[in-house]
């Protein structure tokens, strides 16, 4: 396996635009989670699915921000009328549900995103 | 409010001598603690981890030490190398409590220095 992948890895966007982010998670993780990280900051928390259901979503998930994880595999992370103050990176981390290392997250290498 | 709080933004260490980076929490509801490390440009690393209901774990150099009462925990690394220079996080989830996001703290660099 080769971890958690994300694409694109850089985005750079005009304000105003909408943009879409995917995330694969480790093939037998049934945990997805979705971070945002800015510069100075460690990663925060925006939402986490186990399989296909969407179970805690942070108040920094704004109306503009929605994910999906159809069929429990991959995510996607979209950004509607995008601000200049959604540039970070967003991370995705996958987990297994059950077991002694089910707490532990793997991250992906980020997608960073410009808004200009 | 930071409910989990790094306060060195920064260390430096020479090689071969221990590295000792420090974590404060004040959520009581956390149960799980995790080290991760990032380089640059890429995403964080998980290093190693400790549940609430011991005080110590060891993985090779690494070793966390939790001081429940205290609401705090370190990291050791001995001996250090250059290629632990990176930004460390600590975080932690409240996993009894169903809450399995993890809180992260601003981070640490540490540097290693040949």
């Known amino acids: 396996d080769t971890g958690v992948s994300q694409d694109p890895r850089h985005k750079i966007t005009k304000r105003g635009q909408n943009v879409t982010f995917r995330c694969d998670p480790i093939s037998e993780h049934n945990r997805l989670y979705w971070y945002r990280q800015t510069l100075g900051q460690g990663p925060e928390f925006l939402t986490y699915?186990?399989?296909?259901?969407?179970?805690?979503k942070s108040r920094l998930l704004s109306d503009r921000f929605s994910a999906e994880r159809p069929k429990g595999s991959f995510s996607t992370l979209e950004i509607q009328r995008t601000e200049q103050g959604d540039s970070a990176m967003y991370l995705c981390a996958s987990s297994l549900a059950a077991g002694g290392t089910s707490y532990e997250q793997y991250f992906g290498p980020g997608t960073r995103l410009t808004v200009t | 409010d930071q409910q989990v709080k790094q306060n060195s933004p920064s260390l430096s260490v020479q090689e071969g001598r221990i590295s000792i980076l420090n974590c404060d929490y004040t959520n009581s509801m956390f149960d799980y603690f995790l080290w991760y490390k990032k380089y640059p440009a890429e995403g964080p690393t998980f290093l190693i981890s400790?549940?609430?209901?011991?005080d110590k774990n060891e993985d090779g150099r690494f070793t966390v030490f939790l001081n429940k009462s205290a609401k705090h925990l370190s990291l050791h690394i001995v001996p250090s190398q250059p290629g632990d220079s990176a930004v460390y996080f600590c975080?932690?989830?409240?996993?009894?409590?169903?809450?399995?996001?993890?809180?992260f703290g601003k981070g640490t660099k540490l540097s290693v220095i040949p």
């Open positions: 975080a932690a989830s409240a996993n009894g409590a169903g809450s399995y996001q993890l809180t």
């Open positions: 400790i549940s609430s209901i011991k």
């Open positions: 699915f186990q399989n296909e259901a969407q179970l805690e």
